[in-house]
């Protein structure tokens, strides 16, 4: 179990929080499935990882966001769609994102 640290950097730690839930909750909703699969797996990490690179850059400079705009196009079809994103399929496209990289 982790430990506890005790910050007086109290914008930091929330602006951190919501840069990860960012990450997570977007890749969870695009997958379906719940955080710890997310973390279960090299590639859905390693997505989540550069969906946060990519918020953070961005804010600094207009910069591309294909992980980002990945899940919003996921999310987005399934629910104009009214359907479960399915995590076998669209899995794949994080993949291939990776791949391309």
Do not use: C
Not at 10 to 17: E, H, I, N, P
Not at 20 to 37: H, K, Q
Not at 48 to 73: C, G, Q, W
């Amino acid at each position: 179990m982790g430990g506890t640290h005790i910050s007086d950097n109290l914008m930091g730690t929330k602006w951190s929080k919501l840069l990860i839930n960012n990450a997570f909750s977007g890749l969870s909703a695009a997958l379906n499935v719940e955080y710890g699969v997310v973390l279960d797996l090299d590639i859905s990490v390693v997505s989540a990882v550069r969906v946060a690179d990519e918020t953070i850059r961005n804010e600094l400079k207009h910069f591309s966001t294909p992980y980002n705009d990945m899940v919003v196009r996921l999310v987005k079809q399934a629910e104009e769609f009214q359907t479960v994103p399915d995590f076998e399929t669209n899995i794949k496209f994080f993949e291939e994102l990776n791949n391309n990289r």
